[in-house]
Antibody, heavy 119, light 108 residues
Framework: EVQLVQSGAEVKKPGESLKISCKGS????????IGWVRQMPGKGLEWMGI????????RYSPSFQGQVTISADKSISTAYLQWSSLKASDTAMYYC????????????WGQGTMVTVSS | DIQMTQSPSSLSASVGDRVTITCQAS??????LNWYQQKPGKAPKLLIY???NLETGVPSRFSGSGSGTDFTFTISSLQPEDIATYYC??????????FGPGTKVDIK
């Protein structure tokens, strides 16, 4: 069974850094793209970017380019989303999702990580 | 960038009603269009991929159609468990994904 397990909720102050994780299991982690999706409170889904753990090829939505960094450690089947300096507007639920190979769709999702940024 | 619009933004219908949601792309996306269901407090769930293909395990009352710029998502007979927000999502050859703004479905 494909599973994506995300790290727990975080409460941070503006200006702090943060790295959240998404651990894949039940499949070949290096063979599938992993994407990140933001959902601000009460709002819709926003595509942030994607990484192929096999070779670390990474692509960002223009809206998030330069705002976050997506990475992966294939030795531990884990993808990451990180911020160097958080803002209050980064408060949101963040989901990771596996992209299916044959027909690009988000077939498996993590449970989400809630990030709260408040002074 | 490709922009996605959905209508309506919300709807209320009775149990057993046929519900239709439309999604429009700002340019031709062929059939590169997926539909997701998100229930409150839960991660989204894939229902339809490539415009009209039903994901394994998804009830047959859900269906999708369309190609090019205009797409339709239908629930043939609305059930209480279908209360959710539904999102369309397009993808391109660079695996850049874009979600529509969502349609919230309630029971009347």
């Amino acid at each position: 069974e494909v599973q994506l397990v995300q790290s727990g909720a975080e409460v941070k102050k503006p200006g702090e850094s943060l790295k959240i994780s998404c651990k894949g299991s039940g499949y070949s982690f290096t063979s599938y793209w992993i994407g990140w999706v933001r959902q601000m409170p009460g709002k819709g889904l926003e595509w942030m970017g994607i990484i192929y753990p096999g070779d670390s090829d990474t692509r960002y939505s223009p809206s998030f380019q330069g705002q976050v960094t997506i990475s992966a450690d294939k030795s531990i089947s884990t993808a990451y989303l990180q911020w160097s300096s958080l803002k209050a507007s980064d408060t949101a639920m963040y989901y990771c999702a596996r992209v299916r190979a044959a027909t690009p769709s988000l077939g498996s999702w993590g449970q989400g990580t809630m990030v709260t940024v408040s002074s | 960038d490709i922009q996605m619009t959905q209508s309506p933004s919300s709807l209320s219908a009775s149990v057993g009603d046929r519900v239709t949601i439309t999604c429009q792309a700002s340019q031709d996306i062929s059939n590169y269009l997926n539909w997701y269901q998100q229930k409150p407090g839960k991660a989204p769930k894939l229902l339809i991929y490539d415009a009209s293909n039903l994901e394994t395990g998804v009830p047959s009352r859900f269906s999708g159609s369309g190609s090019g710029t205009d797409f339709t998502f239908t629930i043939s007979s609305l059930q209480p468990e279908d209360i959710a927000t539904y999102y369309c999502q397009q993808y391109d050859n660079l695996l850049i994904f874009t979600f529509g703004p969502g349609t919230k479905v309630d029971i009347k």
